[in-house]
C-alpha cells in the first residue's frame, strides 16, 4: 500500500460529565485524529489517546501531534511499502511517544485492513462476537452521589463496576459500594496516587473482595508494586508501567501484577497490545482492556482487542453514550446484556458521521507524499 496523503485533525468534544481521577478532572477531550490515504483511495482513521496534560503518563496531545508531524511522518514517507507492520519498524528507533505512534498505526492498519477486506479482530485473532462491558467510575462529590452513578451504570446493565480511588477517597466509597450493591464484579483504580507508606491503608481493600487493585504505585515503581503485592490479598494489577510487551514479562517475573490492564495507546500501537496479550497469556496472567476515553474510533480498536482469548475479565469497554452525547462514528456502539458488539466491517469497522466531525473539528492539516 502506498500512502498519497495524512490529515492530523484536531476534536474538541465535551464529557457529558466531568471525569475526575487522582491526577485531575476532565470535563471535555482534545483529541488529535489520524486520517491516511492511499494512492488508490483507501481511507483509515487512528485516534491518539494522549490527553490535554501529561499527568496520566509523559504524553500529552500537543506533543504527540508536533511527534508525528515533525518525526514519524518523514518516517512513513521513506517507506517504499506501507503496512502497520513495516511503519512500527520503521518508528523504533523513536524514543518513547508511543501514543502518537499507535494512533498514526491505527490509521494504516484501518487502511491496509480495508484494502484487504479483513476486520481488525480478524486480523488480530478476536474469538467474540462481543465482550462484556465495564465501566469506570470517577471520583465524586459525596458517597450519596457515588452510589447513585453506580447504580445508574447498574440499572444500564453494566457487567463490571471500577471505582476510581485516591489517598481520602478509598475504604469508604468502596465499603459503600460493595455494601449498597452487594455481589457485583468490582474494582478499584488508584493511577499511582499511593506510596508503600499507605501499604497498611490498602490492605483494608482485602476486606471487599475486589476483583483487583490497578496501578497503586508511581509507573517505574515496579518492585514496590512487587513489594506491595506481597501484604495484600487483592491482585494488584497494572495499567501505567506496562509500557511494552518486554515490560509485562519484568513486572509478572518481579511478582508486581497478577493481572495486566491493556491499552494499545500506552504500549505503542495494536501490534505491540497483542503481544502483551500473548506474553501474559504464556504466562497464564489474565489481561483486560483499558480505556483512555475515545470516541468510537479508538472503542472500535478496544472491542476488537478485547475479543482476544485472554481477556478473561471485562474492559473499561463501554458503550459511547457512558462519555458522548454524540459520537463520531455514524453507529455508536451500545450496552445490550452488558455486552458491546465487535465491529465486523472491514478494518476498525465504523464509519465517521462526517457532519458532526467537521462541526467539532478545531484544525485541520493536510501531509501529503512528495513523490509517489
Ligand atoms: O487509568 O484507566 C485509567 C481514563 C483516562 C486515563 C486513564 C484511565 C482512564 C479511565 C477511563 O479509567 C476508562 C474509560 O475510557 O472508560
Ligand atoms: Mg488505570
Request: hydrophobic fraction near 45%; proline fraction near 5%; aromatic fraction near 6%.
Amino acid at each position: 500500500m502506498k500512502i498519497a496523503e495524512v490529515e492530523l485533525r484536531r476534536v474538541r468534544l465535551p464529557l457529558k460529565a466531568p471525569f475526575r481521577t487522582s491526577f485531575g478532572s476532565q470535563s471535555e477531550r482534545d483529541i488529535l485524529l489520524i486520517q491516511v490515504t492511499s494512492d488508490d483511495g483507501t481511507r483509515g482513521w487512528g485516534e491518539c489517546v494522549a490527553l490535554s496534560a501529561p499527568l496520566y503518563s509523559s504524553e500529552y496531545v500537543d506533543g504527540a501531534h508536533r511527534v508525528t508531524r515533525d518525526f514519524l511522518l518523514p518516517r512513513l514517507w521513506m517507506l517504499p511499502d506501507v503496512t502497520a507492520y513495516g511503519l512500527e519498524a520503521a518508528l523504533t528507533p523513536i524514543s518513547g511517544h508511543r501514543m502518537a505512534k499507535a494512533g498514526l498505526e491505527m490509521a494504516v492498519l484501518d487502511a491496509e485492513l480495508r484494502t484487504r477486506g479483513t476486520s481488525l479482530g480478524e486480523h488480530l485473532g478476536a474469538v467474540k462476537a462481543r465482550v462484556p462491558s465495564g465501566v469506570s467510575v470517577g471520583i465524586a462529590e459525596s458517597i450519596p452521589a457515588l452510589l447513585d452513578v453506580v447504580a445508574g451504570h447498574l440499572d444500564e446493565g453494566y457487567s463490571r463496576i471500577k471505582l476510581k480511588i485516591e489517598p481520602g477517597w478509598d475504604i469508604e466509597p468502596v465499603s459503600a459500594v460493595r455494601e449498597r450493591f452487594g455481589d457485583i464484579l468490582l474494582q478499584v483504580d488508584a493511577n499511582a496516587a499511593y506510596t508503600m507508606a499507605d501499604a497498611t491503608l490498602l490492605a483494608k481493600l482485602d476486606a471487599f473482595d475486589l476483583l483487583l487493585l490497578e496501578q497503586p504505585l508511581p509507573e517505574e515503581d515496579i518492585r514496590g508494586h512487587a513489594a506491595l503485592a506481597t501484604q495484600l490479598q487483592t491482585p494488584i494489577c497494572l495499567d501505567e508501567s506496562i509500557t511494552s510487551a518486554r515490560a509485562a514479562a519484568d513486572a509478572i517475573a518481579i511478582g508486581a501484577c497478577k493481572v495486566v490492564n491493556i491499552k494499545s495507546g500506552r504500549v505503542g500501537g495494536l501490534l505491540e497490545a497483542r503481544r502483551v496479550h500473548d506474553v501474559c497469556a504464556a504466562h497464564g496472567v489474565p489481561v483486560w482492556c483499558g480505556g483512555m476515553l475515545e470516541t468510537g474510533i479508538g472503542r472500535a480498536a478496544n472491542m476488537a482487542l478485547a475479543a482476544l482469548p485472554n481477556f478473561l475479565l471485562p474492559g473499561d469497554t463501554s458503550a459511547s453514550d457512558r462519555f458522548w452525547r454524540r459520537d463520531l462514528v455514524t453507529q455508536p456502539f451500545v450496552l445490550r446484556d452488558g455486552h458491546v458488539d465487535v465491529p465486523t466491517g472491514p478494518g476498525l469497522g465504523v464509519e465517521m458521521d462526517e457532519a458532526w466531525l467537521d462541526e467539532v473539528t478545531v484544525s485541520k492539516e493536510c501531509h501529503a507524499a512528495e513523490s509517489l
